[in-house]
């Protein structure tokens, strides 16, 4: 996985962590039309006659779509849900579909709704059903071209983004106006971190290719008229990552802290790289995330 690849699938993860109810429905629909064009057919509830148990088809393959992303998904829910979708849909599309498709947004389906689903599969002879949830999908927004990808998160950091002072400068200063206690410590950088960390494949990609520009993060601060703002901003990036630790994984925790670091707008390719180039300065000296245990702790 090259570091464009990690961005745009650490982007659309987010986004699929994030979405629920009809955010979503807006994000499938988005994923599946970039993804299949033509070939998907939306579907949203249109007056008294509802959807008729229809978020989307996809006519090449003769797959109906119903979507389910409840701010927490129960199992009892999920099962009236899908007994009623899936009994509806054979009423109103069954001429029509031989795959149906629950689209959900839960961190894996509990065993009684993955045998609800394997029930109803042998209970009908000719219809496949799936779940599809963020792995499925991942797979799809893999079929996105570039222009889509660019056009909907922006242009990625690549291997030949060039990096200057300026970039970093930007991204610096508006760490450092963060307001933060100065009673952190800094560390020295382990080995294994990442691994000790549990950081995906993804994150690996972004560090490494943060590392590469870090030098100029160091060379930036030795040049800069503040000779404590490295330290500032470290206090702000520990800071941050305690709170952060409390309620997110490793990997959520990194895509929050590389959010908050771009800041709202969207930025350039080398803004970009400039915050991937000051995470993996204070990833290596120990300010964020955890240090790997040594053999006897």
């Not at 389910?68 to 109103?92: C, L």
């Amino acid at each position: 996985m090259n570091l464009e690849q990690a961005y745009y699938e650490q982007k659309f993860e987010n986004a699929f962590l994030r979405a629920r109810g009809n955010a979503f429905q807006d994000l499938f629909e988005r994923i599946m039309g970039l993804a299949y064009r033509v070939d998907f057919m939306a579907s949203r509830p249109w007056g008294s006659r509802g959807d008729r148990k229809n978020d989307g088809f996809l006519k090449s393959e003769r797959r109906l779509f119903q979507v389910y992303a409840p701010n927490e998904m129960t199992e009892s829910k999920a099962i009236a849900k899908i007994t009623e979708d899936f009994e509806g849909a054979k009423v109103h599309w069954r001429e029509h579909f031989d795959k149906w498709t629950f689209v959900h947004n839960a961190d894996g389906l509990p065993p009684h709704v993955m045998k609800l689903l394997s029930d109803f599969e042998n209970e009908n002879m000719g219809i496949t059903l799936e779940p599809w949830g963020l792995e499925e999908l991942r797979l799809v927004f893999r079929r996105l071209s570039r222009e889509d990808l660019q056009s909907w998160f922006g242009p990625a950091p690549t291997k030949e983004t060039r990096l200057g002072f300026e970039d970093l400068r930007i991204v610096l200063e508006r760490i450092a106006a963060q307001n933060a206690p100065s009673d952190q410590t800094v560390q020295d950088v382990p080995m294994g971190k990442i691994e000790a960390n549990a950081l995906s494949e993804s994150v690996a990609v972004f560090l490494k290719a943060g590392m590469t520009k870090a030098p100029l993060v160091e060379e930036f601060f030795a040049r800069w008229h503040d000779p404590g703002l490295g330290e500032k901003i470290a206090e702000s990036f520990s800071t941050q990552y305690e709170s952060l630790r409390k309620e997110f994984t490793p990997n959520k925790i990194f895509s929050e802290l590389q959010d908050w670091a771009e800041g709202q707008d969207r930025g350039t390719s080398e803004h970009k790289l400039a915050v991937l180039a000051v995470l993996a300065y204070y990833f290596e000296r120990c300010d964020i995330f955890e240090e790997p245990w040594e053999h006897g702790d």
